[in-house]
Nanobody, 121 residues
Framework: VQLVESGGGSVQSGGSLRLSCTFSGGTYASYCMGWFRQAPGKEREGVATINTLSHTRYADSVKGRFTISQDNAKNTLYLQMNSLKPEDTAMYYC????????????????WGQGTQVTVSS
């Protein structure tokens, strides 16, 4: 399995971005997918996950602002980020796990290379 993220960039506080993650090398519908982020000097944290039944989980810090979604026909995962804040600045990673159900703290086995999101005040 290979994952490739795109869509990062620099925006002002209150702005929006949509991240995409293209999945290849496996049967997408069999994998839980997630978005994670890591800011400089901080531990990686789970942002959102979506399982094979399209059930979603969000970190409290992004609830109501971020939306995870997927297009199984395109083997693509998305993260719509609205009302961005400077504290959302981080490298964002897409990850997959070969399981039906998953949560933010579950281990994910395959990771993308990351895409940088920078939010200025």
């Amino acid at each position: 399995v290979q994952l490739v993220e795109s869509g990062g960039g620099s925006v002002q506080s209150g702005g929006s971005l949509r991240l995409s993650c293209t999945f290849s090398g496996g049967t997408y519908a069999s994998y839980c997918m997630g978005w994670f982020r890591q800011a400089p000097g901080k531990e990686r944290e789970g942002v959102a996950t979506i399982n094979t039944l399209s059930h979603t989980r969000y970190a409290d810090s992004v609830k109501g602002r971020f939306t995870i979604s997927q297009d199984n026909a395109k083997n693509t995962l998305y993260l719509q980020m609205n009302s961005l804040k400077p504290e959302d600045t981080a490298m964002y990673y897409c990850a997959s796990s070969y399981r039906l159900l998953c949560d933010l703290r579950d281990p994910f086995s395959v990771w993308g290379q990351g895409t940088q999101v920078t939010v200025s005040s």
